[in-house]
């Protein structure tokens, strides 16, 4: 996979970029991605620790809820991080009445606490896309 290189940004939230990626869909995976992640914003001087946490819980919910390869987009326009995580089931989301005993199902919370605003949008037969916006602030 060919990576594109990243420097410190130049000015208040300059840079920009997107990435596209269809990791395999392995439970395995999501640290790797969360890592990958991390480490382009904190390259970048940017706090990474919302859009990290918001992008561990969509493609976990990918993974599990999901079918087939997650898409996973990432964009940072204008110091506002867009995360897109797409998977091939056309199924509804399903969102679990609050529960403060459950031990799982409290991804969409974390998504819905830590994001400027969310949403779901159907892919017509293709599947899903479930996708975020975190501000990012400079470290």
Known sequence: MCLPQFGPSRGPLASEF???LSPPALPGMVGPIRRFLRD???SMGLDPDSACLILSELVTNALVHGEGRPGITLELRCGELYITVSDASGNQLQR???D???ASGRGLDIVEALSDTWGVELIGSYG????AVAKLAER
Do not use: E, F
Not at 128 to 131: L, Y
């Open 40 to 42: 382009v914003l904190h």
């Open 18 to 20: 997107r990435l596209d």
């Open 128 to 131: 899903k896309a479930v996708w």
């Open 100 to 102: 403060d005993s459950r």
């Open 96 to 98: 679990q009445a609050r």
